[in-house]
């Protein structure tokens, strides 16, 4: 009989592939969300089970009865960190941290962090980073994510699996699409206009994974024997993955229909790294998808008209959104109520 699964962040980009995953093998899941992209994006499911709240407001009660935690939600990439300092440490570390030791304490026996090669930094050219090599995190969000894998895998312990899971840029078709990340936007902007730009010179190195593969890899690891993973990082991607932007931008350009030109821009962007995946290969799991196939579902998505680049598929125009509608709202609303005032005698 397949575990409950309470996975956090579930209303999300990877969530709101993960969790029909996790259903379709038989878990029963737990999602866990603010919901600030809709709660329609998950749907419906008997063996699914949907907790509005934040996760820096979870409590002991919330992980009863579960038997694994999948600890997704997190301020997202380097422009909202940046913007949303303290939430992002509070959210992304200190609300993870947390989760855990709650999780931990009502007898739920794994919990995987979901966080990012980010934590790398940027390395030389030639260098491949794998899960034992220096981390060198430059930005909130890269920070973040560094604290949170530390005070986790303390945790570890022979009844209590914690595992880390260090994610290449992902890409691909979701429910709660994003625009912001490399290979979708670059493919909107070449079904859209016609045009690619890239930053100069095109050489440098970045990992990617798509987002039904890092899917893939966390319900792997609920599964997984934990003598194999208990107290690990593991790098998710693949070498076939590993792409330098000018090539890419290529592939794209070729996989997109209809004419598309490469523009280039900027001085020459140095930022380049490689990462390892041979660890997690190495315990069974590979990824199965390249940029050639996200692009070909991105693109039929939009020829369909079943997405679009719209407000809320660029995640930090969506946050400042949330803030400023937030904001107009406690201007014009008293006690709680725009309209519907009670009666006064």
């Known amino acids: 009989m397949m575990g409950?699964?309470?996975?956090?962040?579930?209303?999300?980009?990877?969530?709101?592939v993960l969790v029909p995953v996790l259903?379709?093998?038989?878990?029963?899941?737990?999602?866990?969300?603010?919901?600030?992209?809709?709660?329609?994006?998950?749907g419906e499911h008997d063996r699914l089970e949907v907790v509005v709240t934040d996760t820096r407001r979870l409590q002991a009660d919330d992980f009863e009865g579960i038997d694994a935690v999948i600890d997704l939600a997190a301020i997202s990439n380097d422009p909202s960190g940046e913007l949303f300092q303290e939430a992002t440490w509070a959210i992304n570390e200190r609300a993870r941290v947390r989760a855990?030791?709650?999780?931990?304490?009502?007898?739920?026996?794994?919990?995987?962090?979901?966080s990012s090669c980010s934590v790398y930094?940027?390395?030389?050219?030639?260098?491949?980073?794998?899960?034992?090599s220096p981390t060198n995190p430059l930005t909130t969000y890269a920070k973040a994510n560094l604290g949170a894998e530390e005070g986790i895998l303390e945790l570890a312990d022979d009844d209590f699996t914690a595992v880390v899971i260090r994610q290449a840029t992902v890409y691909g078709l979701s429910p709660r699409m994003r625009f912001d990340l490399a290979i979708n936007g670059m493919t909107y902007g070449a079904w859209k206009s016609g045009r690619l730009p890239l930053m100069r010179d095109g050489s440098q190195w970045r990992p990617m994974v798509h987002v039904r593969d890092t899917s893939s890899a966390l319900a792997f690891l609920l599964t997984a024997d934990p003598t194999l993973i208990t107290g690990q990082v593991?790098?998710?991607?693949?070498?076939?993955?590993?792409?330098?932007?000018?090539?890419?931008?290529?592939?794209?350009?070729?996989?997109?229909?209809?004419?598309?030109?490469?523009e280039w821009y900027g001085d020459p962007d140095h930022r380049s790294y490689r990462v390892s995946f041979d660890r997690i290969e190495g315990i069974g799991w590979?990824?199965?998808?390249?940029?050639?196939?996200?692009?070909?579902?991105?693109?039929?998505?939009?020829?369909?008209?079943?997405?679009?680049?719209?407000?809320?598929?660029?995640?930090l125009d969506w946050y400042t959104s949330l803030a400023r509608y937030k904001s107009i709202l406690d201007d014009v609303t008293i006690e709680g109520a725009l309209f519907d005032l009670p009666e006064t005698s």
């Open 4 to 16: 409950q699964v309470l996975v956090t962040g579930a209303g999300g980009y990877i969530g709101t």
């Open 23 to 42: 259903l379709e093998e038989g878990h029963r899941v737990r999602a866990v969300d603010r919901f600030f992209f809709g709660r329609h994006l998950l």
């Open 100 to 114: 855990a030791q709650l999780a931990k304490h009502a007898g739920v026996s794994r919990y995987i962090l979901p």
């Open 121 to 132: 930094g940027f390395q030389d050219a030639d260098t491949v980073s794998d899960e034992r």
């Open 234 to 262: 593991f790098n998710v991607g693949s070498e076939e993955n590993v792409y330098q932007i000018g090539p890419l931008g290529e592939l794209v350009a070729e996989t997109v229909p209809g004419e598309v030109e490469i």
């Open 286 to 315: 590979k990824a199965q998808l390249k940029a050639e196939d996200g692009v070909a579902e991105i693109v039929e998505a939009l020829e369909r008209g079943e997405t679009d680049r719209t407000i809320d598929t660029i995640t």
